[in-house]
């Protein structure tokens, strides 16, 4: 590569979230007061907190009034059949969809407020990229508009645990659906957060891709992260230690995950 | 987090710059060109045709009067119109189109809202403000050619209210985004903006966009207060800037990928995909439970499927058709009165009744693949959907009618009403059947082989076509007006135009029905000639050795 990157280091799989600056500005405070009616108090330390989130499109509910807390370190499995509510739901923990009814906050700020955005990283089941940026300028973008100036060496080593380090001088519009998904795990992992939100993350990757995101969500966990990944990958299932179920927009279980019949409950 | 707000505030700066330099470094300069040449025909084609049909007749000094006393408010509509379009755009995450991926990436980061989209949002308001200024430049030139005095006052005056008038249109759509007004409170609002000009233009109440519409006629008396309205126009900017922090991003997500293929479409002129596009967009979707359940099973399945498909219209649809039947009744009733342009206005309501009329049809069209697969002729098959919406557009044409006969209270407008409600309706329908069925023209397929001036024309043709059909309709109004005017009971000629266009609908009803196996004899006819000529071309080379 003609390029200065610098090279993945020889483990190439060091944690990529680094802890957030508290210091809260003018601004956010105000972001995140203007949207702030919220009777019912989250539970004190809760990362995520839904209390009775509904969603409807049209005349069609998607999501059954749901209450669901996610507190900080916490590995959770989201499961469900087609349509269950797990994409609609975790659209709204990242602010992208707005709930019909109901409170959903994380970091104690309203979902979508500067608060939670600054908490959270979304990592879409779609990933969409800018035509004229590379993987390696997407990297920079998303790293630096999240306020992390050190991230070169951060990305170098995910590329690299995600076998994409030789293409991240590419464009990324232009790669497979595996390539894509890769390079979309990578810029949801470049960035500070404290919570984690993947929607099926698995779909699409190699035996390989698969391997190096399990490991990556493992030390992402050990390293002080709370992760919300909804799958239907049972491998995944097996390494949480908490599992939710959602069938037709309704909570359909909450619990550990030992012993439990994952395909029962997303039948 | 306020070290992060500035960081991430700067960053966006040099990378958003970094971007400017990489689309530049790759801009086709030629097609960039290439574009810019075809934009100013286009333009200057339009600007000659508006000035030779307005002409350079100096008005009599009634029209002057008339100028002065309705010019403002008439003008005004144009801004009340601009308010109304931008309050309803912005309900729906308008005016910005961001790209998918900055939405993603940017702003869903830790990042201001307001300093993320502020750099698009000011350039949309540049771009807003320059167009309205050269339309306006134009629309005053060409009153300077009527109305005389100085022809850089008038076009500086039309550039002033253009751009205010777009300004205005941004700056509501940006409000009404940072605020979330829901839609239909939008559409309230607008309606109420709408008639307040309209009841001004009628000379009951002022308004205050009638500002906007007197500042363009300043070269004919200046009036300070007009500033007003363009003082309104920039707060309304303003605090649509200031808003911006606010704009929803489920709706800015839905609207970023459907705006970029909306505009594809409408350079294809492939109308179906605009439609369902802006359908998509207005998210007026099809209700999940239909209003009313069909009983039994039935025998005519395809005529089911076609009430499956209108029992399950929006409650707007179903407004929107009202709305186009009552204006299209108006339209009508003034035209029969002497106010013939209107009947173009009439063709259009008709026409767009006439799309959302077939909708069935047109999703069988859509789904050409399953029509493929189904053991029935694909042409009998579409002429089957078109019963429901021929039900359908009569029924929108009854209200039209009953329109028009409340509007004249007349005996002699019961007979008219009867006898034109038919062809104007089904020539509506007619007209979306043939731009629905002959969907966006294929310009490697179309007129490959025609030379570019003819194949130009078949293309204008085949756009201005579906119109014409629908225009058709309203030719038995003409025809009742100038026996009235002549003097003569309206209903004989009315009615030999309206069995006319009945015919026209009944044609198109046929093309519906053999399109296909004509296409398909036309293609065997010339396959046949093809070969029959290498048949001849071989015999002759076998003769020579």
Redesign the interface.
Same mark, same amino acid.
């Given at each position: 590569m003609s390029r200065t990157h610098p090279k993945p280091s020889a483990a190439a799989n060091r944690p990529t979230h680094p802890a957030?600056?508290?210091?809260? =500005? =003018? &601004? =956010?405070v105000k +972001?995140a007061a203007?949207a702030a009616p919220a009777p019912p108090k989250a539970p004190s330390g809760a990362l995520l907190w839904s209390h009775g989130i509904t969603k409807t499109y !049209?005349? /069609?509910p998607a999501l059954a009034p749901l209450s669901i807390t996610v507190r900080p370190n916490e590995a959770v499995v989201l499961i469900g059949h087609n349509g269950s509510g797990k994409t609609t739901f975790l659209r709204m923990a990242? !602010? %992208? /969809?707005?709930p019909s009814d109901g409170t959903i906050q994380l970091a104690g700020h309203d979902a !979508?407020s %500067? &608060?939670a955005? =600054?908490a959270v990283s979304?990592i879409?089941d779609n990933p969409?990229?800018? +035509?004229? %940026?590379s993987v390696w +300028?997407?990297l920079?973008?998303?790293a630096?508009?999240?306020?992390r100036?050190d991230w070169e060496q951060d990305a170098a080593d995910l590329l690299g645990h995600l076998g994409i380090y030789e293409r991240a001088d590419d464009l990324p519009v232009t790669f497979s659906r595996g390539l894509r998904q890769k390079t979309a795990l990578a %810029?949801g992992l470049v960035?500070p957060f404290d919570l984690l939100l993947i929607d099926e993350p698995f779909v699409g990757l190699d035996a390989a891709g698969k391997a190096a995101l399990l490991e990556l969500l493992d030390e992402v966990h050990a390293n002080g992260a709370a992760l919300l990944v909804a799958t239907h990958e049972l491998e995944f299932v097996q390494r949480v230690a908490r599992c939710i179920a959602l069938r037709d927009g309704e909570m359909a279980y909450d619990g550990g995950t030992t012993g439990i019949d994952v395909l029962g409950l997303v039948s | 987090m306020a070290d992060q707000l500035s960081a991430g505030a700067a960053t966006l700066r040099s990378l958003r710059g970094q971007r400017r330099r990489n689309r530049v470094r790759n801009l086709d300069w030629f097609e960039a060109a290439y574009r810019a040449y075809v934009t100013g025909i286009v333009a200057l084609v339009a600007i000659l045709v508006l000035s030779s049909w307005l002409g350079d007749k100096t008005p009599s000094p009634e029209g002057f009067a008339d100028l002065h006393e309705h010019g403002p408010a008439a003008i005004g509509l144009m801004a009340a119109v601009a308010l109304a379009i931008g309050l309803r755009s912005g309900s729906r995450g308008g005016p910005l189109a961001v790209e998918p991926a900055e939405v993603r990436y940017t702003l869903l980061a830790a990042v201001d809202r307001r300093t993320a989209l502020i750099g698009p949002a000011l350039r949309q308001v540049r771009f807003a403000a320059f167009l309205g200024a050269v339309v306006g430049a134009i629309g005053g030139i060409l009153a300077w050619r009527r109305l005389g005095d100085s022809g850089f006052a008038w076009a500086a005056s039309g550039a002033l209210a253009g751009a205010a008038i777009a300004l205005a249109l941004v700056g509501a759509a940006m409000v009404a985004s940072g605020l979330r007004i829901r839609p239909w409170l939008a559409s309230l609002l607008g309606a109420a903006v709408l008639a307040w000009a309209v009841a001004d233009v009628a000379g009951y109440v002022p308004a205050p966009t009638t500002t906007l519409g007197s500042l363009a006629l300043w070269p004919l008396r200046v009036h300070l207060v007009d500033l007003l309205g363009v003082l309104g126009t920039l707060a309304l900017v303003a605090a649509g800037i200031t808003l911006l922090r606010g704009v929803s991003l489920e709706a800015a997500e839905r609207r970023t990928g459907l705006v970029g293929q909306l505009r594809f479409a409408l350079t294809v002129q492939d109308l179906r995909t605009v439609i369902v596009l802006r359908r998509q967009l207005a998210q007026d979707t099809p209700r999940n439970r239909p209003w009313v359940r069909l009983p039994g099973r039935g025998r005519f399945v395809v005529w089911r499927r076609g009430w499956h498909g209108l029992l399950r219209f929006p409650a707007a649809r179903f407004l929107r058709l009202f709305v186009l039947a009552v204006a299209g009744g108006i339209c009508l009733s003034a035209a029969y009165h002497g106010t013939t342009p209107l009947i173009i206005v009439g063709a259009l309501l008709a026409y767009l009744a006439g799309l959302d009329a077939i909708e069935p049809l047109s999703q069988e069209i859509d789904q050409s693949d399953r029509a493929d697969a189904l053991p029935i002729d694909r042409g009998d098959l579409f002429l089957r959907h078109a019963a429901v919406p021929a039900v359908i557009a009569a029924l929108v044409g009854l209200v039209g009618a009953a329109t028009a006969i409340v509007i004249n209270r007349t005996t002699e407008s019961v007979e008219l009403a009867a006898v034109l409600f038919l062809p104007a309706a089904w020539c509506g329908a007619s007209g979306a059947i043939i731009s629905t069925a002959m969907s966006a023209p294929d310009p490697f397929k179309d007129g490959q082989l025609l030379p570019p001036e003819v194949a130009g024309m078949k293309l204008a043709f085949r756009t201005a076509w579906p119109l014409i059909v629908a225009l058709i309709g309203m030719l038995p109004v003409v025809a009742a007006h100038r026996a009235n005017v002549a003097g003569n009971p309206p209903l004989p000629p009315a009615i030999q135009a309206a069995v006319g266009a009945l015919l026209v609908a009944g044609l198109t009803a046929a093309w519906l029905r053999f399109r296909e196996p004509a296409r398909a004899w036309w293609k065997s006819f010339q396959e046949e000639g093809q070969q029959a000529a290498k048949d001849r071309q071989a015999a002759k080379q076998g003769s020579t050795r």
């Open positions: 957030k600056p508290a210091k809260k =500005a =003018a &601004g =956010a +972001e203007k !049209g005349d /069609l990242a !602010g %992208l /969809l707005e !979508g %500067l &608060g955005r =600054a979304y879409s969409t990229f800018y +035509e004229d %940026l +300028e997407h920079e973008y998303v630096r508009l999240n306020g100036d %810029l960035r | -």
